[in-house]
């Protein structure tokens, strides 16, 4: 009897094979969505001015094209701003990210007349600006906080900025 128990453990032993992860299973799990390429926000003190909305198209990995607009009426002074721009991650984790900013700025002041007979005063100006930040993003928001210099008419500038963003 212990001959024949021996031998159907042996059987069973040798007949066995590793434990393997089931493919048809592995093939039933939907991957992962890659995150969206467009990235909609808002910002405070940044490229658009002392506020703004922009948009950003993520060309590659870490390399996007962007644009911020604003338009602010400032003791009737009336100012309209256009920031193009290139976003490029220097450092990126899973969901933060050191990036860096590199635009131009495009500004257009108009004074209102306060009298008859005169137009006001009308005045457009260009510069620039590099930024460096930190992101702080997950599959559908991203916040991010700035600092840099710009350069236009006047010399070289600080600017500070903090957006708020979404992906569609």
Do not use: C
């Not at 005063?121 to 993003?137: C, N, P, Q, Y």
């Amino acid at each position: 009897m212990r001959a024949l128990t021996s031998m159907i453990l042996g059987g069973i032993v040798a007949a066995a094979t590793p434990a393997r992860a089931d493919d048809a299973l592995a093939a039933r799990v939907t991957p992962e969505k890659p995150f969206s390429r467009h990235l909609i926000y808002g910002e405070l003190m940044g490229k658009g001015g002392l506020y703004g909305v922009g948009y950003e198209y993520q060309m590659a990995p870490r390399l996007s094209v962007g644009g911020a607009a604003s338009f602010a009426i400032i003791r009737e002074q009336q100012v309209t701003t256009v920031s193009p721009y290139l976003h490029a991650n220097l450092l990126q984790g899973k969901r933060n990210a050191l990036f860096t900013e590199v635009g131009a700025i495009l500004a257009h002041s108009h004074l209102p007349s306060p009298v008859a007979g005169w137009d006001g005063m009308s005045d457009t100006g260009s510069g620039g600006f590099v930024t460096f930040g930190w992101e702080r993003g997950t599959r559908h928001f991203v916040l991010r906080a700035s600092g840099g210099v710009v350069y236009g008419e006047g010399g070289f500038g600080p600017m500070a900025g903090f957006a708020i963003g979404v992906r569609p």
